[in-house]
């Protein structure tokens, strides 16, 4: 499951699509906030109409499916400066 490989790896940013099965998104976001509050979430979602459940689940960012990769790039650097770039 997500959870077993969070707690495996320990990232420092997990991104997160809001398509998964039985709500599986909130939970990851609220078992994250809970038990990895360092990791910081950006979930990638169709609709803003999600977007406020999904930040007061805990999100730290919420983005919508198909914008360019530079917008991504940019919101990961807000969340952690340097990612993005790192090789």
């Known amino acids: 499951s997500a959870m077993e490989i969070l707690k495996a ?21 609220h078992y994250l906030k809970k038990d990895w509050p360092q990791a910081k979430t950006i979930v990638l979602t169709d609709g803003t109409q999600q977007k406020q459940a999904l930040l007061a689940a805990g999100a730290d960012a919420v983005l919508l499916r198909g914008i360019p990769t530079e917008q991504i790039t940019e919101a990961i650097n807000n969340l952690q400066p340097g990612l993005a770039n790192a090789s």
């Not at 790896?9 to 976001?29: C, F, R, S």
């Open 9 to 29: 790896h320990q990232p420092d940013l997990v991104m997160v699509d809001d398509n998964l099965p039985n709500g599986e998104a909130l939970n990851l976001i």
